[in-house]
């Protein structure tokens, strides 16, 4: 079974903060397959883990607002590395950046990637994988 966590790379947690939802699944193969079944027809496959960006809008009663569900990072436990959580971290906090329409504001990509990373590493000693 795979293992589900969220990170806020605004360090803040809460249901109305933006937030990627982390899966770690047990083997690269398994991770794959998450892959497939959220990538909408897309394929790909030379990835040791993966950031799937999202952007979930809601319109109710002429009301517009987008949901804080920022996407999903998945890992495997057989490719788990300090450089690649790093690496997903700065995918995952450069979308977020995108995400708050301040793309050139290096300082707050620079704290989104420091927070992710942090979070990430410290849910995975957590699930101790």
């Not at 969220?6 to 699944?25: A, M």
């Not at 794959?32 to 040791?48: I, L, Q, V, W």
């Not at 799937?52 to 996407?71: A, I, N, S, Y």
Request: aromatic letters at 14%.
């Amino acid at each position: 079974m795979a293992k589900t966590f969220r990170v806020y790379p605004g360090g803040v947690p809460g249901k109305k903060y933006r937030y990627f939802k982390v899966v770690i699944y047990s083997s690269h193969l398994k991770m794959y397959h998450g892959y497939k079944r959220r990538s909408c027809g897309r394929e790909r496959t030379d990835f040791a883990a993966i950031v799937m960006p999202r952007q979930v809008e809601r319109f109710d009663k002429g009301k517009h607002t987008v949901d804080p569900f920022l996407g999903y990072i998945l890992l495997s436990e057989e490719c788990l590395h300090y450089e690649i959580l790093a690496h997903e971290a700065t995918h995952a906090a450069t979308y977020y950046v995108k995400r708050l329409r301040k793309s050139k504001d290096e300082e707050l990509l620079a704290w989104a990637v420091g927070k992710t990373t942090q979070e990430l590493i410290r849910k995975c000693r957590e699930f101790n994988v």
